[in-house]
Nanobody, 125 residues
Framework: QVQLVESGGGLVQTGGSLRLSCAATGRDFDFNTYTLAWFRQAPGKEREFVSAISWSDEAPRYANSVKRRFTISRDNTKNAVYLQMNSLKPEATATYYC????????????????WGQGTQVAVSS
């Protein structure tokens, strides 16, 4: 069974930074062959794609709303993926979810097989 566990959420002021982490565990789960992604869901809204990083050398993908402010990275030695969020805005307030899937760089949540429970991010104005 694959488990994804997010951490690093919290309350931050506008313009501040947070670094989210996601640790993956699971028997026979080959982390190196999965695309890892971050999605978020704000209260009353649908879940939306934030960023994805492939197992290959392909450049990471970002939602337009977070480009040049958020950076996704992964550490295959630790089975972990990270999201560095800078210059945060109030509209980034949401629950952030880590996801793993085999489709390369998918932006639709239906293409991901495994999901974490989420970590809350709140940005005050």
């Amino acid at each position: 069974q694959v488990q994804l566990v997010e951490s690093g959420g919290g309350l931050v002021q506008t313009g501040g930074s947070l670094r989210l982490s996601c640790a993956a565990t699971g028997r026979d789960f080959d982390f190196n062959t999965y695309t890892l992604a971050w999605f978020r869901q704000a209260p009353g809204k649908e879940r939306e794609f934030v960023s994805a990083i492939s197992w290959s050398d392909e450049a990471p993908r970002y939602a337009n709303s977070v480009k040049r402010r958020f950076t996704i990275s992964r550490d295959n030695t630790k089975n972990a993926v990270y999201l560095q969020m800078n210059s945060l805005k109030p509209e980034a307030t949401a629950t952030y979810y880590c996801a793993a899937g085999t489709y390369a760089m998918a932006t639709l949540d239906g293409f991901y097989d495994y999901w974490g429970q989420g970590t809350q991010v709140a940005v005050s104005s």
